[in-house]
């Protein structure tokens, strides 16, 4: 199956996921609101969803499926099943001790991400209690992660894209549970557990389908195979969370201003869209055959496989990022405005989200350019450059906050733009050192493809802006909706892409047709 195809199924039930999660956020944000009780709200999230996007989103698969995938072809089912079952049952103690740690110590450990409201003991102590809440998730998501991993390894791409599903399936009831703010973050936060068994449960079941039998009971022990994956998890783990820990250090210090971690947190939703449904759908579907070619000393094929993943993410980014640098506060207003979340949220939230914007194609790129390293067992080099990123976020992020409020004006803008320049700054490093080891030369059609999806970006943006020029009667138009009027811009958006696309030659239709066939 070619990337281009195993992306169209990520891609496909990752929408599907995505839409639910935006019809989770606008009932949760608009019930919540953007307080205290939000930021509480929003920093228990970011324990989950820090370790689903490190784990099941790439880091732990990055480590496990090339080993998993090696013993596999070399050694049969039954050794690879060994090694599957050894690797869940110590990262399954790992985790629990983590989590157990964790409830113990939480009071102390939010210190670091939202102590700039601990003198407001009432929501801090909210905030402790929603945390403890969710914080299992992680030991779920790590076994989520390994046994979407054995599916991956097989090809098998639909359940592990499909099992997100399940987190917003339990989340969105919870909108509807009370009209109080804080109990409704509470339920939110139980029904987070929940999905966790349910997501966990659900691969369970599809890797016995596939049948390869794995069992928890049992004393976890560091065969040499587990031992590998572990050496090689850690540093990719810090490498894949680069981003995530960027993002966990802007919430830390925008915890110093009351309402920020909730704009950073609407922002982040309509940011996070095209890279989970581009760069980490790109970056699973590529790691399997780059592994593959790795192994093979297959040049030739390591260089299309990348040429086409960085083509495909690019044409593909370079529009939604387009999108959201156009119509930032337009885009909040109409999604988010509503109930407790109000319109100067909305401006609030949009300003940052115009700065994360220009991010999207680096924090797309790190998705696909980190497998190449993860395919040839190099963690390392992807962890010291996510180090590097987290390095500058950390300090640029501290100096423009502290350098905007001195100014008068809102500085959790400043974590924005640290965030975007600091992936940047990790993208090229991981680009040119690609490039200076011949790991990777990209092709004279990738440079062509580029030019030709930037030509049709500029294009569909030329009519979203004529559109928003328009907003007015284009609104009454629709009853004075905004939701439609948002629909109506970025299908017009769409499709201009669309046209623009084929018409340059950014997409052709022989390929379209060759993929579908494949």
């Not at 790439?58 to 072809?73: H, I, N």
């Not at 050496?231 to 995530?244: R, V, W």
């Not at 885009?331 to 991010?359: C, K, N, P, Y």
């Not at 990777?440 to 580029?450: M, V």
Request: aromatic share 10%; proline share 4%; glycine share 6%.
């Amino acid at each position: 199956m070619s990337v281009a195809r195993n992306t169209l199924v990520q891609s496909s039930l990752t929408l599907a996921s995505r839409v639910l999660g935006m019809v989770r956020d606008i009932l949760l944000v608009a019930r919540i609101g953007a307080g205290p009780v939000g930021d509480a709200w929003a920093t228990a999230q970011q324990f989950p969803n820090l370790f689903r996007r490190i784990f099941a989103e790439g880091a732990f698969a990055s480590a496990f499926v090339p080993t998993y995938a090696r013993t596999l072809e070399a050694e049969g089912a039954e050794a690879a099943r060994a090694v599957a079952q050894e690797a869940m049952r110590v990262l399954f103690a790992a985790t629990a001790a983590l989590t157990i740690l964790a409830q113990i110590f939480m009071p102390w450990v939010l210190l670091l991400i939202h102590g700039g409201q601990a003198d407001d003991t009432v929501h801090y102590n909210l905030a402790v209690l929603l945390t403890r809440i969710t914080m299992p998730y992680l030991t779920f998501m790590a076994l989520a992660a390994l046994l979407s991993g054995v599916l991956n390894s097989s090809e098998r791409f639909i359940l592990s894209a499909g099992v997100p599903t399940l987190l917003n399936l339990c989340l969105i009831p919870a909108a509807f549970v009370s009209p109080d703010p804080v109990t409704t973050a509470k339920a939110a936060s139980i029904a987070y557990f929940i999905a966790g068994v349910l997501q966990a449960g659900a691969l369970w079941w599809g890797v016995r389908r596939q049948k390869v039998h794995l069992s928890l009971i049992g004393f976890p022990r560091l065969t040499p195979a587990v031992k590998k994956v572990m050496m090689l998890a850690l540093p990719g783990t810090i490498a894949a969370s680069g981003t995530q820990i960027n993002i966990i250090v802007s919430q830390s210090l925008a915890s110093f201003e009351v309402g920020a971690k909730s704009w950073l947190y609407a922002a982040d939703r309509l940011y996070q869209l095209p890279l989970g449904l581009v760069g980490v759908a790109v970056g699973v579907a590529i790691l399997p055959r780059l592994s593959r070619a790795a192994r093979a000393m297959d040049d030739t094929s390591s260089r299309t496989t990348m040429d086409e993943g960085i083509g495909l993410a690019m044409a593909l980014t370079l529009p939604a990022a387009a999108s959201l640098m156009i119509a930032p506060v337009f885009l909040i207003d109409a999604f988010f405005v509503r109930g407790a979340f109000l319109a100067d949220d909305a401006f609030q939230s949009g300003s940052a989200l115009f700065h994360f914007a220009w991010g999207v194609p680096a924090f797309v790129l790190i998705k696909v350019l980190a497998p190449a390293y993860f395919a040839r067992e190099d963690t390392k080099t992807p962890m010291r450059y996510a180090l590097v990123s987290v390095a500058i976020n950390t300090a640029l992020g501290a100096g423009l906050f502290f350098w905007m409020k001195s100014l008068g004006q809102q500085g959790f803008i400043g974590l924005a733009i640290a965030t975007s320049i600091a992936a940047w700054v990790n993208a090229i490093l991981l680009w040119t050192t690609l490039v200076r080891r011949d790991w990777y030369r990209p092709g004279p059609r990738l440079a062509s493809g580029l030019i030709r999806a930037a030509l049709a970006t500029a294009a569909m943006s030329a009519v979203i802006w004529l559109m928003l020029d328009n907003l007015a009667p284009l609104q009454a138009s629709l009853y004075g909706s905004k939701v439609l009027a948002a629909a109506v811009i970025v299908l017009a958006g769409g499709f201009t892409y669309a046209v623009a696309a084929l018409l340059t030659g950014a997409v052709r239709i022989s390929d379209i047709r060759r993929t579908m066939r494949r």
